[in-house]
């Protein structure tokens, strides 16, 4: 078992630090040397989690994976709490001197990170045998010079690079959604990169014609936008122009759906996909959109839905994104389209029907973690859901990625 006395004793006297009582040389000496502590406890940690990682612990006791315990636990970003393991198990697994330079304090977290990024299957057995010198080198180097060397010593090694793939499971595209817009990040491979980086140029030198044109017929008041700007808006154009094109190819009027979500309790508040109505916008929405609606009650459960949906199936999952906003399972993160909509083993057979109030959202991942042995997951007159666990311990569910305080029923 650990002993946190010290890290306690330390963390009450930065607490009650006053800075001003210290000379220069004190502030200068006390910084580098809590870094130093940092780079000892990151190690620490590293080594535990690429065991707990080794060991699967944290799926068979949380039903988590060890990246999204350690987010969840500690309340770091996913994405933090993700590289850190994945530093923790390729050090472990294919950097073994790198792992113990790090454990000594002889090279920090972040210069490991160029090495465990620097390798790969192909080059393993060569880069591990100059693993050594590059660390002792690392000593002498600033980190800009050093992770240069180390790029261009792996990229002497895999001279020959990847072999071509034309599997499709090698494209990424990730879209994620934020206060000032939705940020764009992926890769595409083979064929896939070609056709779409040649229609998105020909469609950017497209915009920028109407662009120029504009430009010149106004005077300079319709300015032409960068390059890059005019890479953003032919991808929007594209994507604009495929919703005008049915499954036979024929032309057809964009569809765009989106959900209009209505409280009985306060019907002139009106939320569209998550956003208050704006006045006057209703009109056009009706203009290119469809718009399914959902009345909630009080407790925010869905009670009706509007004429448009006929497929239960994209009715309930409607109204189970509006409800429980992604996997339901505390500390999850899976967004709602990437749930499976997990029927409720109670008495739901004996109803003879699917009802929305016996179902809730879950990932495909913890949908498995629920129908383990000794698993339950229990649903409320108000949606809200909790899960028992095998060793009996009784935890309240999210929606939209809070979970509910105080304690689930026993």
């Known amino acids: ?103 000594e304090g002889r090279l920090c977290s972040d210069r490991a990170k160029v090495m465990a990024n620097a390798i790969n299957d192909r080059i393993a057995t060569e880069f591990r045998e100059m693993e050594a010198s590059l660390i002792a080198e690392s000593a002498s180097m600033t980190f800009a010079d050093w992770a240069q060397r180390v790029a261009i010593v792996a990229a002497l090694l895999d001279q020959d690079g990847p072999e071509p793939s034309e599997d499709p499971n090698n494209n990424r595209l990730r879209l994620r959604g934020g206060r000032d817009g939705t940020r764009v990040a992926g890769q595409l491979v083979g064929d896939t990169a070609t056709t779409t980086r040649t229609a998105l140029e020909q469609t950017a030198d497209e915009l ?24 953003a808006l032919a991808f929007a154009e594209l994507c604009r122009r495929g919703l005008m094109v049915n499954s036979d190819g024929k032309a057809t009027r964009p569809k765009v ?24 916008s209703a009109t056009a929405l009706a203009c290119d959109m469809s718009v399914w609606t959902i009345i909630l009650n009080s407790l925010g459960v869905p009670l009706d839905m509007g004429r448009e949906l006929r497929n239960a199936t994209v009715e309930q999952r409607k109204a189970l994104k509006v409800r429980d906003g992604g996997c339901v399972f505390p500390g999850c993160g899976m967004r709602p389209e990437h749930c499976d909509a997990h029927h409720v083993a109670q008495w739901w057979r004996d109803l003879g029907t699917t009802d929305i109030k016996l179902m809730a959202f879950l990932c495909r991942h913890h949908h498995g973690v629920i129908h383990r042995n000794g698993w339950n997951l229990q649903i409320g007159d108000d949606g809200w859901c909790w899960i028992t666990t095998p060793s009996g311990i009784s935890l309240w569910c999210q929606r939209h990625g809070t979970i509910r305080s105080g304690a689930p029923p026993g």
């Not at 014609?209 to 032409?224: H, P, Y």
């Not at 759906?257 to 006057?280: F, H, S």
Request: hydrophobic letters at 45%.
């Open 208 to 231: 920028w014609r109407r662009f120029r044109d504009d430009c010149e017929r106004t005077n300079g008041e319709i300015a032409v936008p960068s390059r890059d700007t005019l890479m």
């Open 257 to 280: 759906e989106a959900t209009l979500v209505i409280n009985a309790d306060t019907p002139d508040l009106v939320y569209i996909d998550g956003k208050p109505l704006i006045r006057g």
């Open 1 to 103: 078992m650990f002993d946190t006395t010290v890290l306690t004793e330390m963390t009450a006297k930065i607490a009650g630090l006053d800075e001003h009582l210290y000379a220069d040389d004190d502030l200068l000496a006390g910084v580098k040397a809590i870094e130093t502590a940092v780079q000892s406890l990151r190690a620490a940690q590293g080594a535990l989690l690429g065991e707990l990682d080794a060991r699967g612990t944290t799926d068979v006791v949380s039903g988590h994976r060890t990246a999204n315990w350690l987010a969840h636990e500690t309340g770091i970003a996913p994405a933090a709490a993700k590289a850190r393991v994945r530093l923790a198990v390729s050090l472990r697994l294919d950097l073994p001197e790198t792992d113990r330079a790090v454990r």
